[in-house]
């Protein structure tokens, strides 16, 4: 279920224990909403970066396209986007490595290279941004894998380390309920070992195909049957009507079923294709030929992996960012894991605090809303200045496509 729904049925199992307990029904969160709630983690995290500005001049999306990224309005666009970007990352921080290592004095001794990395990010507050971009989004694509996989330990692995992110970041009902969905399945073992055979036998996700790396979450299942359901009329006006809704709800599924079956027998050959659809010579193709216009586009901005001034730097266009976002970075890993911890001990393990005890936001400062408390009184008028050239350029842009006056403007 998704995050509202989840709530609701929790509750109702710690409310009426005897015919909705936890040792009668397993209830899971869904694994698509959990990871559109991590990519709009990750786009607020890099918004105002520089991030899709560079996606934009690297010809990998449009304006508007890449915009939406920083929402997860699409999922499967937004999550390819974090693919190139974490591809183009790697290879510019592998260019970075080769340059220390091909500069380094003879008389000093090399770092391998996770020392080295952590070497820069104390020395680089842009280093230290950009490696924990990749990390993050690293991270993610870890998560969608587990999935695709059908991996439940590696599901249940790669979750647990997502969680102090929600915390940091403010993802109050995500972090609440998210922490509980991860009890649930680390106890399996002991609850239900029966059920915890098969998830561990990767019957926790839906395998529609017989193709490697295509099983997906229970709940996208549930979204791709109901766009079948629904038809091309929808499904409005339905909920107003009982007797149209009662008749949608047991001959919907059933129709769906059947369409599917004689789809199946008129083209059998789409069962017999062993290969995940991404990997065609043409979608690979493509996807390498973004990567490299990627991170070509990034190093020619300036790689922030090389970068050795101190100051923390928009991506595009290397405007110094205000000091309290870089403190951030430096601390954000450390209040997030503490968070979650402290959440973990307190309401799961020795239950001395309610679940529904608000939980504490963190006033962070990233690039999008950085502390204007701590900026000077010039640097806020030539914030505004920006905004409004910014804004009069669109208007003089619109005036000339619509044929636009003095008066008009």
Known sequence: MDQP?????KEIQWNWPELYGEDKLIVMFGPLHIEMGALRLLGEWLDQSGWTSTLVQANISSVGIAISYVKASHVGRTRRAHQITACALFILLKV??????????????????DDWCNLRCAESPQFHFW??????????????SSVRWGDFQLYINSLTEMMPWFFAMNHVNYARWLSIHIRDMASLDNRHPDIFREFTSGKFVVHKTTRPFSAIGIDHAHEQANALVKGDGGAIGLTEDPTALRRWMLAGPE??????????????????????????KATQDIFAQNVRSLSTTMEDMGNPYMEESKDLLVLDSRDIVDPSVT????????????????YVQDRLIDRTVPIHEPIKKNKLCLFRCPNKKAMSKDKLQLRSLKSDCSLFSRLFISCQVRGGDLDFF
């Open 96 to 113: 970075a490595y080769k340059h220390y290592m091909e500069n380094i004095e003879p008389n000093e001794q090399s770092l391998n290279k």
């Open 327 to 342: 403190q951030t970075i430096q601390q954000i890993g450390a209040i997030g894991k503490e968070q979650y911890d402290a």
């Open 131 to 144: 490696y924990i971009t990749l990390k993050l989004q690293m991270l993610v694509l870890t998560f969608v």
């Open 255 to 280: 129709v769906s079923r059947i369409i599917k079956d004689f789809e199946n027998q008129m083209d059998p050959k789409d069962n017999e294709v062993d290969l995940h659809h991404e990997q065609t």
């Open 5 to 9: 729904l989840y709530t609701l049925v």
